[in-house]
C-alpha cells in the first residue's frame, strides 16, 4: 500500500507563499485520486484540493480557489501545492491524502491512505 510523507509547512507572513510536498513510496501517485486537506485546531478536517487519476480533473472549495493550485509530477512520484496569499484563516495542518475510489471526493472518510501532515502557520 502506498505511504505519503508531507512536507515544506512552516511560518509564513500574510501575503506570502509556501510550496507542500507530498511523496509517495509503495505505490504511484497515478493510480490513486489525490487529494490535500486541512485541519486547524478544535475544527474539523477541511477539503482543500482533489485531483482524479483519470482526467486529471481539480476541486478546490470558494476558500482557496484562486490562490491555491495542485500540481503532479508523476517521475517524482510528488504531489505540489502551491499556497499563495496566505491569510491567517489558512494556518493549519495540511494532509495528503489518497483513494483508490472511483469517485473523486470531498470527503475526508473516502480517503484511505494519509500522511502525518505538516504545520502552516499565517502570521498577520
Known amino acids: 500500500q502506498v505511504q505519503l510523507v508531507e512536507s515544506g509547512g512552516g511560518l509564513v507572513q500574510a501575503g506570502g507563499s509556501l510550496r507542500l510536498s507530498c511523496t509517495a513510496s509503495g505505490g504511484l501517485l497515478s493510480n490513486y485520486h489525490m487529494a490535500w486537506f486541512r485541519q486547524a485546531p478544535g475544527k474539523e478536517r477541511e477539503f482543500v484540493t482533489t485531483?482524479?487519476?483519470?482526467?486529471?480533473?481539480?476541486l478546490y472549495p470558494d476558500s482557496v480557489k484562486d490562490r491555491f493550485a495542485v500540481s503532479v509530477d508523476n517521475a517524482k512520484n510528488t504531489m505540489y501545492l502551491q499556497l499563495d496569499s496566505l491569510i491567517p484563516d489558512d494556518t493549519a495542518v495540511y494532509f495528503c491524502?489518497?483513494?483508490?475510489?472511483?469517485?473523486?471526493?470531498?470527503?475526508?472518510?473516502?480517503?484511505?491512505?494519509w500522511g502525518q501532515g505538516t504545520q502552516v502557520t499565517v502570521s498577520s
Open positions: 485531483r482524479s487519476r483519470i482526467t486529471g480533473a481539480i
Open positions: 491524502a489518497a483513494t483508490e475510489s472511483e469517485i473523486l471526493s470531498r470527503t475526508p472518510s473516502n480517503y484511505n491512505y
